[in-house]
């Protein structure tokens, strides 16, 4: 990027980025310095992707006109502790209206291409129509600026999303990747591809330990448009961090906004794996297709019983220290550690584990590693899996797919390799059509076409208004859990106003564990900003772009056709209340009556002149 | 007074799970947590039989405490 501005806020246009726009049909690229827009597209992300997506009316996710954007952030590669962050945006795959319009959607992920692309010098890449050939592309940095060729990817169609990554290895040593599985390849029947980002760790231990990008079928478009992988080759150029950043980057690890995520040998929760035993004193761990059933099974996973028979090591990105991965592998009989199986974040164990009736670690563990290997998000894919062994436990008679049943290890496996060879379109196209389909939807546990996080809906009925997936676009699953807030004034606050701020990291080009609770509007974001580029940004300004970004997001839902009846959670959650649930109903009919009243009261007058 | 001590995820590290003990009338939440040395950096709540409950909140004899690490995204 190039800034000629201390003052980017009032003066954006005087913040350029390095763009290059390829057209994958005929070849031909152009590069240019864009001028930003408005704080939302100096700061990047989605806040930049959203602003072209908005200036394209798409009918469907598989058409030439839909472009996939790759973008970073601005503090993406900079000194800034978890600085890692690439996006990818186009209109989505799976997450569409009832109408049939696809949404627009951005994912992200860690491992360190994203610095690695951002060292090239290109901050923006968009692919245009799509390749006839498989191709792979790399961007490398030169003498003269950033450089992007197109390859012949012919090699590497049909291996897994690490294998691919490897092969890559060989022919370029100094570079990161990034790939999707056959699932992205088989695009037509498989529409929740994932992108896997490469990780140091990865790189040198030859094991599958990738971050992905997994929400919303960005690897399914990039496999429409025969990508198979990208190259991102550059010198590392991570300067020592100035005073104001170390101190920023201390806070980070020592004020408490990580600690959760932290190793608990450093007196941290241990990972996102920590939410089970939190939820479970609600009973409210998603069990069988979101129905606790108010007994201690979920407690099979807990980190304590799986730790007696594997080993769990916490690793990191490149150079973070907030360690968040928990990589666990088989234990040899001397106890030292054997073969590398999956990482255990809370979404992927349990809606690839307890949700699906998986209790055995080492079962959940290879489940989360097919699906990692085939390159789907883990969770539209638990989820899809789960409604289809609810459907055939009311179905005892007439089962679909396989047959498989709830806790049916084997038959869930064949359920995730054919749906990753794209064999098994019931399963790749998400709940919300295989729901249809059968005519079953309440328990379809999607909001607006994209299958939700592990949080059962019972405690977040702010599920309805992310824009982006239903735990990483809106901060409210611990509203009612972690906060014991069950009254519409916190709820319609939270949404309106505190909780929506999570996105922000979605631009910035940071994790969310840099300050989940508070989002980019704090100090701590003003002074690594101040130090890496000399602005001076205010908290309110980040604040107001971070707001303007999320609305304009809701706006672009409703333009592709979102009736206000799809802002809610699935129907089961108020037509059947779970009665195991320890917490206070705040999904009754009438509650999410009032709750959308008001929410909209706030919003709908700010969406006017947005898309202009 | 007795009080029924219950401690969730890391919290439970060299300590326990489950345990009735033994306070002075009059403790508070916050009084429990310090005396079990819990790390200030993880503590997220605490629940009073199952209910949400202030760190100041006065402890009655015979109530149970469940005190929680932070619950932070996923
Ligand atoms: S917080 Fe976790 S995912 Fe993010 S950079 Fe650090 S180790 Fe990677």
New interface residues.
């Given amino acids: 990027m190039k800034f000629a501005t201390t003052d980017p806020a009032t003066n954006p246009s005087a913040v350029f980025y390095k763009q290059c726009t390829i057209d994958l049909q005929t070849g031909e690229m152009s590069f240019s310095d864009v001028p930003c827009r408005n704080l939302e597209d100096v700061l990047g992300g989605f806040g930049r992707s959203f602003q072209d997506l908005a200036q394209r009316q798409i009918d469907s996710a598989y058409c030439d006109e839909n472009p996939l954007i790759v973008n970073t952030g601005l503090l993406t590669g900079s000194t800034a502790m978890t600085g890692m962050r690439t996006y990818f945006s186009g209109y989505s795959p799976i997450k569409g209206s009832k109408v049939g319009l696809p949404a627009a959607m951005w994912s992200t992920g860690s491992g360190k291409f994203g610095a690695k692309f951002k060292w090239t010098g290109l901050d923006e890449l968009i692919f245009e129509n799509r390749s006839a050939q498989p191709v792979y592309v790399v961007i490398k940095e030169s003498a003269v600026g950033p450089q992007v060729q197109l390859k012949s990817a012919d090699h590497l169609l049909g291996l897994s999303t690490h294998d691919k990554i490897m092969s890559l290895q060989k022919d370029y040593p100094d570079a990161h990747f990034a790939a999707i599985g056959p699932a992205g390849e088989n695009w037509q029947n498989n529409y929740m591809g994932a992108v896997a980002l490469s990780t140091e760790n990865q790189l040198k231990s030859k094991e599958d330990k990738c971050r992905f990008a997994g929400r919303g079928g960005m690897g399914s478009l990039m496999g429409y448009k025969n990508i198979l992988a990208l190259v991102a080759q550059s010198s590392d150029k991570q300067a020592k961090p100035s005073e104001l950043v170390k101190a920023a980057n201390r806070n980070v690890i020592?004020g408490?906004g990580s600690?959760?995520?932290q190793p608990?040998s450093r007196?941290?929760?241990?990972g996102?794996w920590?939410?089970y035993?939190?939820?479970q004193?609600f009973h409210a761990v998603p069990v069988n297709n979101f129905r606790p059933q108010g007994n201690a099974i979920p407690e099979k996973l807990f980190r304590?019983n799986v730790e007696k028979e594997y080993d769990i090591k916490s690793e990191a990105c490149y150079r973070c220290g907030i360690t968040c991965h928990n990589n666990v592998s088989e234990k040899n009989a001397d106890g030292s550690k054997g073969e590398f199986l999956a990482k255990f974040?809370?979404?992927p164990l349990n809606l690839l584990g307890t949700n699906v009736g998986i209790h055995d670690a080492g079962q959940a563990a290879r489940l989360i590693q097919l699906g990692d290997n085939y390159g789907m998000d883990a969770i539209s894919l638990g989820v899809t899996i789960s409604y289809a062994l609810a459907y055939n436990e009311r179905h005892p008679e007439k089962p679909i797919l396989n047959g498989a049943f709830f806790g049916d290890f084997e038959k869930i496996c064949e359920l995730i390799v054919q749906a990753g060879k794209g064999e098994l379109p019931e399963i790749g196209k998400g709940s919300m059509r295989l729901s249809e389909k059968l005519g079953e939807t309440s328990y379809a546990y999607h909001v607006k076409g994209l299958e939700i996080?592990?949080?059962q809906p019972e405690s977040n009925p702010g599920y309805a208004w992310a824009i982006a997936g239903g735990?990483?676009s809106m901060?409210t699953?611990?509203l009612l859990?972690?906060?014991?807030k069950s009254d519409l004034d916190s709820w319609v606050q939270g949404i309106t106003e505190d909780k929506l701020h999570i996105v922000g990291f979605d631009m910035i080009g940071l994790c969310?564990?840099f300050d989940?609770?508070k989002g980019i509007g704090t100090q701590m974001v003003v002074d690594c900003l101040k130090s890496e580029f000399d602005f001076d940004v205010s908290t309110d300004d980040l604040r107001a772009a971070v707001r303007r970004a999320f609305l304009r997001g809701l706006a672009l839902e409703l333009r592709q056709g979102y009736s206000k009846e799809e802002f809610r959670v699935p129907a089961e959650v108020y037509e059947d209340p779970n009665p195991n649930i320890?917490l206070p109903n705040i999904t009754s009919p009438e509650f999410l009556e009032q709750l959308e009243k008001r929410v909209w009261g706030i919003f709908e007058p700010e969406l006017e002149g947005l898309l202009d | 007074m007795k009080i029924n001590v219950k401690l969730?995820?890391?919290f439970?590290?060299d300590r326990f799970r489950e345990e009735v003990r033994e306070y002075r009338a009059g403790t508070s939440v916050r009084e429990v947590i310090d005396g079990l040395q819990l790390?200030?950096?993880?503590l997220?709540?605490a629940?009073i039989n199952?209910?949400?409950a202030e760190f100041e909140a006065i402890l009655q004899d015979g109530d149970s405490l469940?005190i929680?690490?932070?619950?932070?995204?996923?």
Avoid: C, N, W
């Fill in positions: 020592e408490g600690a959760r995520i608990i007196g941290g929760g241990g996102t920590a939410a035993d939190v939820l004193e304590e974040d809370y979404e996080a592990a949080y735990h990483m901060g699953y611990g859990t972690r906060e014991g969310k564990f989940i609770a320890k | 969730v995820g890391a439970r590290v790390s200030e950096q993880i997220g709540f629940l199952g209910i949400h469940t929680l690490p932070v619950l932070d995204g996923g």
